[in-house]
């Protein structure tokens, strides 16, 4: 058994909505077998895929480290580095989510999670800790597609980020990672951010069409309510 040794990390916790109906759908025939392996297929390529992005220059123990089990993703990163002085790690970790959400949304699945920052300890196979406990709760605490901040890791986004840096902001009053930020749609391209938040308003526009239970519904209702909000505040 390897020697436990926490570490101060910000962590994240995310649950990808509607794998619940993915499965039980892949059991009754092919097609639904289909779009479970692909689910299946881009939840373990997407954090790799997004680690490879990164300049070879930085030092890898900074990348986050991801979990993948099942339909959650747990990410983690160290606050502060002594190799790079400039490193803020609950900023980085909150990238990452953002990165993410745009991957998953495009095909159709929105997100749920929690962040927390404190004691953990993070391996390739497992993390303890209380700050993943935390985040792990708030997950668990909200009906709604967003991923929350626990009031620690906000009292540390505002002392190193500041409320200019829109990449967390508070809306109806939860702290949450601005998981629509238009800097990590994965487009660089001229008019990226139009047709990613069209793509998205279509996306959510068949599934509140799809007659699903009241408690799916509402879920796409509220994604709904915050990309007409920052469509809005993009002024797009």
Known sequence: MQKIKFENRA??????????????AAVQDGKGLCELEELISMLESVVPNLDGTVDQSIHRDLIPKHIYISDCIILSAPLASDKMPSYRGLSILVMRVIQISHILLSKGYLIRGGISVGQVWHTDSNIVGTAYQEAYQIETRTDVPRVELSRGAKELW???????????LDYEEHFMVNVLHDYYIQDTSHGAIERAFDKYSNVIEK??????????????????????????????
Do not use: H
């Not at 962590?11 to 039980?24: R, T, W, Y």
């Not at 505002?158 to 967390?168: F, Y």
């Not at 509140?208 to 002024?235: C, D, G, H, I, M």
């Open 11 to 24: 962590v994240a916790f995310i649950d990808i909505l509607g794998f619940k109906s993915v499965v039980g």
């Open 207 to 236: 599934n509140l069409a799809a007659n699903y239970p009241e408690s799916v519904e509402y879920k796409w209702r509220w994604f709904k309510q915050y990309l007409e909000s920052e469509t809005a505040r993009n002024k797009l």
């Open 158 to 168: 505002n002392r190193t980020e500041g409320s200019a840096n829109t990449m967390c």
